[in-house]
T-cell receptor
Framework: DTGVSQDPRHKITKRGQNVTFRCDPI?????LYWYRQTLGQGPEFLTY????????KSRLLSDRFSAERPKGSFSTLEIQRTEQGDSAMYLC????????????FGNGTRLTVT | GQQVMQIPQYQHVQEGEDFTTYCNSS?????IQWYKQRPGGHPVFLIQ?????EVKKQKRLTFQFGEAKKNSSLHITATQTTDVGTYFC???????????FGTGTLLAVQP
């Protein structure tokens, strides 16, 4: 069990640029979640996958955000035309299927939009 | 939509004092989980409660799930400096599988 890994750890970008983050979940986990966290707040749900299917997406998520999990393993989160308000820590988590399965989080990607 | 609030937002205690954080959901939850996030770290799973009125203990930590399954609490007895961090509750409600996190309680422990 190598844990959930996210890449990059930090990303600084200029407003208007596109960014893409990658998440590699724990290999036997078929559920993968993306959350966003700003300072002093709890993780905010963005979307989740079961295998390659994206089952839920937050209504708060604008059309500039898209996530994929093409082969049911790693996932990417893309933000197009970044805005300063997108600056946050983007957390990925994975879990086994099942209502009570705990989420295992990665260390996150910290995005700064200048 | 579903909202999960926690109080207090921040608690500063002397080492050895007790600490409690309360979690309240706007909707009935199917289960509730608790996570701890150390400063600069990521959330780490502590425990899950499923049944109405359930109480679970982990050493100095006691977790409760309310009878109506809309609230929960975490109590730490005799805090230690290693307890420092933010404690989040997180719950699932209705037909959704998404886990909604509470607003968190930041615990500071003075030695």
């Amino acid at each position: 069990d190598t844990g959930v890994s996210q890449d990059p750890r930090h990303k600084i970008t200029k407003r208007g640029q596109n960014v893409t983050f990658r998440c590699d979940p724990i290999s036997e986990h078929n559920r993968l979640y993306w959350y966003r966290q700003t300072l002093g707040q709890g993780p905010e749900f963005l979307t989740y996958f079961q295998n390659e299917a994206q089952l839920e997406k937050s209504r708060l998520l604008s059309d500039r955000f898209s996530a994929e999990r093409p082969k049911g393993s790693f996932s990417t989160l893309e933000i197009q035309r970044t805005e300063q308000g997108d600056s946050a820590m983007y957390l990925c988590a994975s879990s086994l299927e099942g209502l009570g399965s705990p989420l295992h989080f990665g260390n996150g990607t910290r995005l700064t939009v200048t | 939509g579903q909202q999960v609030m926690q109080i207090p937002q921040y608690q500063h205690v002397q080492e050895g004092e007790d600490f409690t954080t309360y979690c309240n959901s706007s909707t009935t939850l199917s289960n509730i989980q608790w996570y701890k996030q150390r400063p600069g770290g990521h959330p780490v799973f502590l425990i899950q409660l499923v049944k109405s009125g359930e109480v679970k203990k982990q050493k100095r930590l006691t977790f409760q799930f309310g009878e109506a399954k809309k609230n929960s609490s975490l109590h730490i007895t005799a805090t230690q400096t290693t307890d420092v961090g933010t404690y989040f509750c997180a719950g699932r409600g209705g037909a959704t599988n998404k886990l909604i996190f509470g607003t968190g309680t930041l615990l500071a422990v003075q030695p």
